[in-house]
């Protein structure tokens, strides 16, 4: 009887500290999931014209639109990254690849900006290909016509 009773404490024990380790190991890889360091650095908007193109930076001191500072903070739950300023709340989403990360604003919806992280925009195939670009590019063919 006192076999039973140890191999079951010792059963119960083991089991205890497997449970607490993989506990462990699921909130520490969370806490990295959504650490805010996977979206630091610069990205760059997609489909621009090149004198009108934003950057916006993420760093530890807050959140830069072309190197001017609209937040000293956000929140990144390691799908979306939400930016309170003066002038509302900004939304966005990690898109693309791991290859191509790349940013969608979804609030606000309009205009519709996608953004690359700097370093990869060779990954993109054609950044003057966006729908206002292409209607006056069509326009101008149009009008120029003989």
């Known amino acids: 009887m006192s076999k039973e009773l140890v191999?079951?404490?010792?059963?119960?024990?083991s089991l205890s500290i497997?449970?607490?380790?993989?506990?462990?190991?699921?909130?520490v890889?969370?806490?990295?999931?959504v650490n805010p360091k996977h979206?630091?650095?610069?990205?760059?908007?997609?489909?621009?014209?090149?004198?009108?193109?934003e950057v916006l930076r993420f760093n530890e001191q807050g959140v830069y639109r072309n190197d001017r500072l609209i937040s000293t903070n956000f929140e990144f739950d390691g799908t979306a990254i939400t930016i309170r300023t003066g002038n509302g709340t900004f939304v966005y989403e990690l898109s693309g690849t791991f290859n191509s990360?790349?940013?969608k604003?979804?609030?606000?919806?309009?205009?519709?900006?996608?953004?690359i992280r700097q370093g990869f925009e060779h990954t993109i195939s054609d950044?003057?290909?966006?729908?206002?670009?292409?209607?006056?590019?069509?326009?101008?063919?149009?009008?120029?016509?003989?």
């Open 29 to 33: 890889s969370y806490q990295d999931y």
């Open 101 to 103: 990360p790349q940013l």
């Open 7 to 13: 191999f079951k404490s010792v059963f119960w024990s």
């Open 105 to 115: 604003r979804t609030q606000p919806t309009n205009p519709v900006q996608r953004f």
């Open 127 to 146: 950044q003057g290909n966006n729908a206002v670009q292409l209607r006056r590019s069509a326009l101008s063919e149009h009008f120029n016509q003989k």
């Open 39 to 53: 979206v630091f650095g610069s990205w760059i908007e997609i489909g621009a014209p090149n004198y009108q193109t």
């Open 18 to 27: 497997l449970g607490v380790a993989f506990a462990m190991l699921l909130y």
